[in-house]
């Protein structure tokens, strides 16, 4: 139950309440026998939990003796969870790029075991890390992959996780930031629409959309029309 629970508030983002029910699992489970990884498939979570609440050190000493442990005793999958754990503590060390790495990591190791779940969470936080980096298209991509994994797997709460994240990548906050016209334009160029369809759905000029298509060309850093939809992919649904 304390496992479900940490769980549950790390999709709600609420990591102190996570490890406030991670840290009696893990501390019982540690005096009762031997650290095993795979017997306790939340102590990854309790990684997590560690680093969200900026407890960076502690959280480097689990994973490097989990990470150990995992790799000693060939518990494939919980190596997967383990380096996304660690992904998410090397982006709060402030390096994104190793961060990356990891994910690419976990998503290697998760794919074909059959932890769907834990492959979508990896796929989630590839998917922020990229939006950090301003790689929206590889963000994007990743977002909608979690996402698709999380309804196949019918774990509504991370399929909310993973859509909400995909809102915000429609509205980044940097000073290059898209207008809601900007973005409603985008979207609609992005699902295949011709220029005179959406100025008449918005009832405005085709010079109106073709301006604001030149705004998002120069915001999001492509060069054209036929780059649109890679850039930004599909609106959220």
Do not use: M
Not at 106 to 114: D, H, P, V, W, Y
Not at 133 to 142: K, T
Not at 199 to 224: F, M, N, P, T, W
């Amino acid at each position: 139950v304390a496992g479900a629970l940490g769980e549950l508030e790390l999709a709600l983002g609420n990591y102190r309440r996570s490890l406030d029910s991670l840290s009696a699992l893990e501390s019982e489970a540690r005096h009762t026998a031997p650290v095993d990884p795979a017997t306790q498939w939340a102590f990854a979570d309790f990684c997590e939990a560690l680093v969200g609440v900026g407890e960076l050190t502690v959280a480097r000493e689990k994973i490097d003796e989990y990470e150990h442990r995992s790799v000693e005793l060939g518990r494939i999958w919980t190596q997967g969870a383990i380096r996304r754990a660690r992904a998410a503590l090397r982006a709060e060390e402030g390096d994104l790029a190793g961060a990356v790495g990891e994910a690419h990591a976990s998503i290697a190791i998760l794919e074909g075991t059959g932890y769907t779940v834990h492959l979508g969470r990896a796929y989630l936080t590839l998917g922020i890390l990229e939006r950090r980096r301003r790689r929206r298209a590889a963000s994007r991509a990743a977002l909608e992959r979690a996402r698709e994994i999380f309804v196949a797997a019918q774990t509504r709460l991370w399929e909310d996780r993973a859509r909400q994240e995909l809102e915000r990548s429609w509205s980044p906050r940097d000073p290059h930031r898209l207008s809601q016209n900007e973005v409603r334009i985008a979207q609609l160029a992005a699902d295949g629409w011709s220029n005179p369809q959406i100025a008449q759905e918005l009832v405005c000029s085709r010079r109106a959309v073709e301006a604001a298509l030149s705004r998002v060309y120069r915001k999001v850093g492509i060069h054209g029309r036929a780059e649109i939809a890679t850039a930004l992919g599909p609106s959220p649904t």
